[in-house]
């Protein structure tokens, strides 16, 4: 998740990661050098599932990279700050994922 100037829905779209049904993830977020509070509202969760990085403001695209860059799973499933997960998303895609091996793209 790449966020810059996000404080307004972070919280909201960070909550619904980590309520997901599917547990075995690791939520990266990427401060894209925001001005506002969007650090303060990603330091107020306290998860070992959560990766936070904090980097000077580029662009969207390097923010995503940073992203990719830093993520230790098989698979990879990409939100922004002002999206809602749904509760099974993960669940589904990774089973879709596991049960057909051919499929490189799930969206």
Request: hydrophobic share 40%; proline share 1%; with cysteine.
């Amino acid at each position: 998740m790449s966020a810059y100037n996000a404080e307004k829905n972070i919280a909201e779209s960070i909550n619904s990661v980590l309520c997901q049904s599917f547990r075995d993830f690791e939520l990266i977020v990427v401060n894209d050098g925001s001005s506002d509070d969007t650090q303060s509202v990603v330091d107020s969760f306290d998860d070992r599932r959560l990766v936070k990085i904090v980097r000077s403001h580029h662009d969207f695209i390097k923010s995503l990279n940073t992203g990719m860059a830093a993520a230790k799973g098989k698979y990879v499933a990409r939100m922004d700050a002002d999206d809602i997960m749904h509760v099974d998303r993960l669940r589904i895609q990774h089973a879709l994922m596991e049960d057909n091996p051919e499929i490189t793209v799930c969206t």
